[in-house]
């Protein structure tokens, strides 16, 4: 990290307070968004598949705002729970799931013990985490998965390009070359076992990554 450069730590408590300031009108906006996507839901059945197969395990659905996508996992059949650093969003995912478990902490210091879970789920939550910190989110991830466990990675991908900075609506995000960060989840000691790549739908600017990783 170069001595301009905030601290994970201050970059994160930025992104969570930016999440704040919108967190209703984010979670409107998203509430039944995956209705309308139907490569997207493919990917998180087969997330849940395999988290299935694999023995199970409780399921961190880590950045995850409002909670709707933790309730799709708890209805895909896992013990899924939230985290998310915004306390609005926390707020309003245990008011709108209050049989689900939320916890208010950042994702890259988890309450979690080594190798607890048996799957993570980073749904956008490291987009907008500035590109040299990723490293880290992936070994936190790694640290609280079972050997086997997997991890759902989706992101922004750039298109050919380097890692890229744009003006995403709630604060700064990055676009990721697919390989670049399935290169980054490897090193972190993640196996691929598959991507999808979908190309931006009306309304939307840039094309979709989703990788399925494997905790070695
Ligand atoms: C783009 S939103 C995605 C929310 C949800 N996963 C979804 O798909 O709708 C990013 C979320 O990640 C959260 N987030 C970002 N950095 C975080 C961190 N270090 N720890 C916990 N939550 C974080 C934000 O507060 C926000 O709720």
Redesign the pocket.
Known sequence: MSESSPSPHAT?HA??QA?NDVAALYAEL?RDALDHLPLDRAVLAAFAESVRAAGAGPVG?????PG??TALLRDLGLDAFG????PA?IDLARRAHPDLRFEL????ALESADGELGGVVS???V???LPQDVASYLAEFRRVLAPGGHLLLAFFESEGGPVVAFDHK?TTAYRWPVDDLAGLAYEAGFDEVGRMLREPLEGERYRRGHLLMRRR
């Not at 659905?61 to 705002?65: A, I, N, P, R, S």
């Not at 985290?83 to 915004?86: I, M, P, T």
């Not at 902490?105 to 890259?108: P, V």
């Open positions: 994160a992104t969570a999440y998203v659905d880590l950045g995850c705002g709707h996508m985290v998310d650093l915004s969003m902490g950042s994702i890259d749904w956008y939550s987009i907008h985490a709630v």
